[in-house]
Each structure stands twice: as C-alpha cells, then as structure tokens.
C-alpha cells in the first residue's frame, strides 16, 4: 500500500521556522509532482506549494510565498516544506500530496499523506 508519511510538525512562535519532511513509502515518487496542502479547523484544505517531478519547478500560494519554500531530494525520496517567518495564520494540519502531473487542484492529486499540525503561537 502506498503512503505518503509526513514529519516535522509541532508547537511554534510566530517569527520562528519548521521544515516539514514528507518521505512516501512503498514506492518512489521521482516522477510525480509533489504538492502540500493545509487546513485551518473549520476551513477548507487550501493549497500551499508544488513542485515538479524534476524539482526545477516550484509554485507557491500568494499567502505563503518569499516565506516557505518547496524542495524534493530524491536521493532520498523525500521532500520539503521551509517555513520561516510563521504567523499564527499557518496554523493548520498540513498533508503533502502525489499528482502525476504538476498542479495546484487538489482533486489531481492521488496520493495524501496523515498530515502534520503545524500550531503558531502569537
């Protein structure tokens, strides 16, 4: 069975930064575009930042942008989210995702991860 196992999360201050760490198991996914996602308690799971299969391209959420930034090692079959600058409006669960093409939907992505809490404290 495949997973997508997020890592990473925790209990942070406004200012501060996390790294998230997402690492599939059961297969790589050095074809796939990687994507995360997040979702604030009683809102929608909103889109955060993708990059492609090859990582030379990346796009990010204007809400988070020159703040997180997206990376993927396939060496190691795992990719990234840098977030520094936190406010406590990133407080949310955070899930990556697997989409055999580079997009943005959330619904072309096939595989999800358990997610992550991210909490930001003011």
């Known amino acids: 069975q495949v997973q997508l196992v997020e890592s990473g999360g925790g209990l942070v201050q406004a200012g501060d930064s996390l790294r998230l760490s997402c690492a599939p198991s059961?297969?790589?996914?050095?074809?796939?575009?990687m994507g995360w996602f997040r979702q604030a308690p009683g809102k929608a799971r909103q889109f955060v930042a993708v990059?492609?299969?090859?990582?030379?391209?990346?796009y990010d959420a204007d809400s988070v942008k020159g703040r997180f930034t997206i990376s993927r090692d396939d060496g190691k079959n795992t990719v990234y989210l840098q977030m520094n600058s936190l406010k406590p409006e990133d407080t949310a669960v955070y899930y990556c995702?697997?989409?055999?093409?580079?997009?943005?939907?959330?619904?072309?992505?096939?595989?999800w991860g358990q997610g992550t809490q991210v909490t930001v404290s003011s």
């Open positions: 059961g297969r790589t996914f050095g074809r796939y575009a």
């Open positions: 990059i492609g299969w090859s990582g030379g391209t990346t």
């Open positions: 995702a697997a989409a055999s093409f580079f997009t943005t939907r959330e619904d072309e992505y096939s595989y």
